[in-house]
């Protein structure tokens, strides 16, 4: 019928909840402190999420429109003809508006819209990706290039282990010697005996400098270099089970504890034993 009531009533709804959003993250969060109430924890999420906001916006202007429309509709000696007069151009408006190419939001819309950054799924991923790979991760680590080693001279890799060596001290500091003197000099050397070895691969020389005890601080670096760069692909590309377990288990690790699993395997690396008994 020509006098319902719904638009308005939505509108008078929803403007409601626009004005009030800062008291219902209140009682939200009041009624999650008090009893974890799932459907509570649901309604706070949503009520802080920036695009929730927006949604709210939108269709505020949308049920606004509708809700003028609904006022015209009330009118005791409307006929029916001059209602299809006044909703033809309601709804031409809110196609041209709202569905055109061109998008034309409503002031209080914009100033949402400009505050809140968005971004789609690609750039999401893209962001993480370069984060988790920046260009310059493996620069330094051409010192331990197998194939650059075997015609090297005598001050190739200095410069980019001393930066490994600052930029991983935490993992591979030892207290009672300069570790940046002691690398580098295991570095020289290093670089002379590979020349007389056959190295095939990057696998060879890990191997020989974990086999060498005169190499054991520089061995620790690479040590580093072998963990960062080891890749699981093959391991995400199915058993979905271990996947959801991993997961589990790494949203679980902070900083701190990724530090220790690295001082562990590097203590463990040189031939330190830990008694899990005394632990």
């Not at 006098?3 to 004005?19: D, G, P, Q, T, Y």
């Not at 006929?79 to 408006?93: G, L, R, V």
Request: hydrophobic share 40%; aromatic share 8%.
């Amino acid at each position: 019928p020509l006098n319902e009531v719904r638009w308005l009533s939505k509108h008078f709804a929803i403007s409601a909840s626009m004005r009030n959003s800062e008291l219902l993250v209140e009682y939200c969060i009041e009624q999650v402190n008090k009893s974890s109430d799932p459907i509570h924890k649901y309604c706070l999420k949503k009520l802080k999420h920036p695009q929730y906001h927006i949604a709210l916006a939108i269709l505020n202007d949308v049920l606004g429109e509708l809700a003028e429309l609904c006022k015209v509709f009330q009118r005791s000696s409307l006929t029916t003809t001059e209602a299809h007069q006044f909703a033809k151009p309601k709804i031409s408006k809110l196609h041209a508006q709202y569905l055109s190419e061109t998008v034309y939001w409503r002031v209080e819309v914009k100033a949402l819209l400009a505050a809140t950054e968005t971004v789609d799924t690609t750039s999401i991923v893209c962001i993480h990706l370069d984060s988790r790979f920046p260009e310059d991760e493996l620069k330094e680590w051409a010192a331990f290039d197998q194939a650059a080693l075997a015609h090297a001279d005598f001050d190739f890799g200095r410069e980019s282990v001393a930066r490994l060596v600052t930029k991983y001290a935490g993992v591979i500091e030892k207290p009672e010697i300069n570790i940046h003197t002691e690398i580098l000099k295991q570095y020289s050397d290093f670089t002379e005996r590979i020349k007389t070895e056959a190295v095939k691969s990057f696998a060879d020389l890990v191997s020989f400098l974990l086999q060498e005890e005169h190499f054991s601080d520089l061995s620790k670096l690479l040590d580093v270099c072998v963990t960062f760069q080891a890749c699981s692909a093959d391991c995400e590309c199915g058993f979905s089970m271990m996947n959801v377990i991993k997961t589990k288990s790494r949203n679980r690790l902070e900083v701190d504890h990724l530090d220790k699993l690295m001082r562990i395997k590097s203590y463990l690396t040189a031939g330190g034993e830990i008694n899990l008994d005394t632990v």
